[in-house]
């Protein structure tokens, strides 16, 4: 990847965030505390951490749906007072409208933004067609695998050509070979223009895989991020082959050993013990 300059803002920036949510008892709860984290314009960082520790809360915030109790966000150089306008949010469940065909769910985004229909649906056929599913656009989303649906959800995300992708375990839900067709998929086409990815997973394997850097949160309450690692693996990867890799196995034994113990602090929360 290209060394920024020094001058060129990050496309996210968080400075210091705390996030709590109110009780129904009167009290409050810290879900993550003075969380920094920096991500360049055109770099893919994933967050792993423990069920809980507050990854999908960090995204909402850089999507401008959660303001912090403290601290502040920047994009690109801008405070984030409102919804990130910038920015495009792949969720873990579908987001499509099961009355439309697969064509209508990608065309929908440039439609709302005003684009005529006879200018959009060009477009997202267009997208259908990088997505591998150019002869499914007549098709609904209950006739459509989970992985179809998926890739329908990415096109429709991507038609609006947001500076910044993000993306809450979009590929959790699918086979374990489902995901790592997905995963080359979006590789292949973060490639093509280098956004600013901010990606969720609970897979350590996904994220070395996929990323430029991946950051570890710690278990909650008041989680914080513990580790940033550089993934110095060559580009472009084929999720499959990076697996084999020995350089993998050394970055995936020395970040599992910090995010292990981690891991089970979760676990023995969630059983109360």
Request: with cysteine.
């Amino acid at each position: 990847m290209e060394i920024r300059q020094k001058d060129m803002a990050s496309a996210i920036d968080l400075k210091g965030v705390d996030v709590a949510f109110r009780l129904a008892d009167g009290g409050t709860y810290r879900a993550v505390t003075d969380a920094t984290l920096e991500v360049a314009d055109g770099e893919f960082v994933a967050i792993v951490g423990p069920t809980g520790c507050g990854k999908s809360t960090l995204l909402n915030i850089a999507a401008g749906l959660l303001a912090p109790a403290a601290g502040r966000i920047d994009i690109f150089g801008q405070p984030l007072d409102s919804l990130n306008r910038q920015a495009g949010y792949l969720f873990q469940a579908d987001a499509l409208f099961p009355w439309k065909t697969a064509l209508a769910n990608v065309a929908i985004g440039l439609e709302i933004a005003g684009v005529p229909a006879n200018e959009a649906e060009p477009l997202a056929l267009d997208w259908l067609k990088r997505v591998g599913l150019g002869s499914f656009a007549d098709r609904y989303p209950h006739m459509l695998s989970g992985g179809q649906r998926k890739r329908v959800g990415l096109a429709q995300v991507l038609i609006r050509n947001p500076k910044i992708l993000l993306m809450d375990e979009p590929f959790g839900p699918l086979d374990a070979q489902t995901r790592q067709i997905m995963g080359n998929l979006l590789l292949d086409l973060w490639s093509a223009d280098r956004k600013a990815v901010l990606f969720v997973t609970h897979d350590l394997e996904e994220a070395i895989a996929l990323s430029d850097r991946v950051v570890i949160m710690s278990a909650g309450p008041a989680a914080r991020i513990i580790g940033d690692w550089r993934i110095a693996l060559s580009r472009p990867r084929d999720i499959a082959d990076i697996k084999l890799d020995p350089a993998f196995h050394a970055l995936h034994r020395d970040i599992w050993q910090m995010l292990k113990s981690e891991v089970v602090k979760g676990y023995a929360q969630s059983e109360g013990r």
